[in-house]
T-cell receptor
Framework: DSGVTQTPKHLITATGQRVTLRCSPR?????VYWYQQSLDQGLQFLIQ???????AKGNILERFSAQQFPDLHSELNLSSLELGDSALYFC?????????????FGPGTRLTVL | EDKVVQSPLSLVVHEGDTVTLNCSYE??????LLWYKQEKKAPTFLFML????IEKKSGRLSSILDKKELFSILNITATQTGDSAIYLC???????????FGKGTHLIIQP
């Protein structure tokens, strides 16, 4: 158990819908990272927040957005969902802003778009 | 566009064998290369490499980076069935673009 929690565990929804994935980082960690993992694209970095501010941005679609709240939990919002958005979404956290080597991954949320 | 390529994509060996996994990268302003192990769930961090030629070691696993030839290898000696996993390589350009991951090597260790 990494100490990072993600809810929900599984999510099934229809195309065109909007969903929110939630992540609570480890106690004391200020950075939250979001990743998408699909069979064809592999693991892709989406976005990083550090202490409430966006820090790094990867291959995140415009239909997706994220934020980090004052209590440091983060939410990833996915809208106008398409079949291709079906994937495993991971959240990770670290203490520092550049903590690529010390990030701890949550168990993931499996999103299925029908 | 930053790119990380891993090979082989899949590898099946017998317990006790030694394996070498490869990772090549093309990343603007390269800063670090990272290796992760992913079993059934989330990836777990193995190594971060920033300097050429300095081997990092953890038990039966070791890794080295060649910044001139733009590649890294991950070695696993005396493999065990518990080493079966997907091994992911990722490169960081030091900027605000985050990590670029390879597709992974799926390693299967047969008893």
């Amino acid at each position: 158990d990494s100490g990072v929690t993600q809810t929900p565990k599984h999510l099934i929804t229809a195309t065109g819908q909007r969903v929110t994935l939630r992540c609570s980082p480890r106690s004391g960690d200020l950075s939250v990272y979001w990743y998408q993992q699909s069979l064809d694209q592999g693991l892709q970095f989406l976005i990083q927040y550090y202490n409430g501010e966006e820090r790094a941005k990867g291959n995140i679609l415009e239909r997706f957005s994220a934020q980090q709240f004052p209590d440091l939990h983060s939410e990833l919002n996915l809208s106008s969902l398409e079949l291709g958005d079906s994937a495993l979404y991971f959240c990770a956290s670290s203490v520092s802003a550049g903590g690529w080597n010390e990030q701890f991954f949550g168990p993931g949320t499996r999103l299925t778009v029908l | 566009e930053d790119k990380v390529v891993q090979s082989p994509l899949s590898l099946v060996v017998h317990e006790g064998d030694t394996v070498t996994l490869n990772c090549s990268y093309e990343v603007t302003n390269f800063r670090s290369l990272l290796w992760y192990k992913q079993e059934k769930k989330a990836p777990t961090f193995l190594f971060m490499l920033t300097s050429s030629g300095i081997e990092k070691k953890s038990g039966r696993l070791s890794s080295i980076l060649d910044k001139k030839e733009l590649f890294s290898i991950l070695n696993i000696t005396a493999t065990q069935t518990g080493d079966s996993a997907i091994y992911l390589c990722a490169a960081w350009g030091g900027g605000a673009d985050g990590l670029t991951f390879g597709k992974g090597t799926h390693l299967i260790i047969q008893p």
